[in-house]
T-cell receptor
């Protein structure tokens, strides 16, 4: 089982709709969770991080964490074509000082 | 804040030569820096973790004698690809983390092409 799992996609969402990206992790003791966005040919850019159960909102983005289910998600409201990118879920596990990345979900916003 | 730079942004070198890539944290002190490699359409692969003043910790399968990492100061880490081969051609990305936080911030990456 991979430490951080994401559906590779592509996930196609119409412009203006809500895009929902999901991620599961295997280490129950993980404490910190991150979402990065990566455009083709560019390096990842940190969008949000979340440490506590529940929702965290920042503009059009909402991160949701459920530690009991070992599940973290990212919602993008009012999706724009510029949101088309690969979204990487990352988890800092309890035993490591490094962040483990998922393989990413490719999101495509269709006009 | 939290800006990480890399230099060069792209480099072409001949097979057998060595290439040095610099990673700098511009507005914070990075106690830990990470080096990743990414092949086209693939995910990030962590190569090594370096703490300032200590030897780097390499991931399994990464040759430490081929990928030399130095983290001599709190704002600078370097990756040297020694005796480069065409299969080393890739996108190399560094990431930095401050002592006070959990977040990692990425540099813009260096595209290496070995001919």
């Amino acid at each position: 089982q991979k430490e951080v799992e994401q559906n590779s996609g592509p996930l196609s969402v119409p412009e203006g709709a809500i895009a929902s990206l999901n991620c599961t992790y295997s280490d129950r003791g993980s404490q910190s969770f991150f979402w990065y966005r990566q455009y083709s040919g560019k390096s990842p850019e940190l969008i949000m991080f979340i440490y506590s159960n529940g929702d965290k909102e920042d503009g059009r983005f909402t991160a949701q964490l459920n530690k009991a289910s070992q599940y973290v998600s990212l919602l993008i409201r009012d999706s724009q074509p510029s949101d088309s990118a690969t979204y990487l879920c990352a988890v800092r596990t309890s035993s490591a000082s490094k962040i483990i990345f998922g393989s990413g979900t490719r999101l495509s916003i269709r006009p | 804040g939290a800006v990480v730079s890399q230099h060069p942004s792209w480099v072409i070198c001949k097979s057998g030569t060595s290439v040095k890539i610099e990673c700098r944290s511009l507005d914070f002190q990075a106690t830990t820096m990470f080096w990743y490699r990414q092949f086209p359409k693939q995910s990030l692969m962590l190569m090594a973790t370096s703490n300032e003043g200590s030897k780097a910790t390499y991931e399994q399968g990464v040759e430490k004698d081929k990928f030399l990492i130095n983290h001599a100061s709190l704002t600078l880490s370097t990756l040297t690809v020694t005796s480069a081969h065409p299969e080393d051609s890739s996108f190399y990305i560094c990431s930095a983390r401050a002592a006070s936080g959990y977040e990692q911030y990425f540099g813009p990456g260096t595209r290496l092409t070995v001919t």
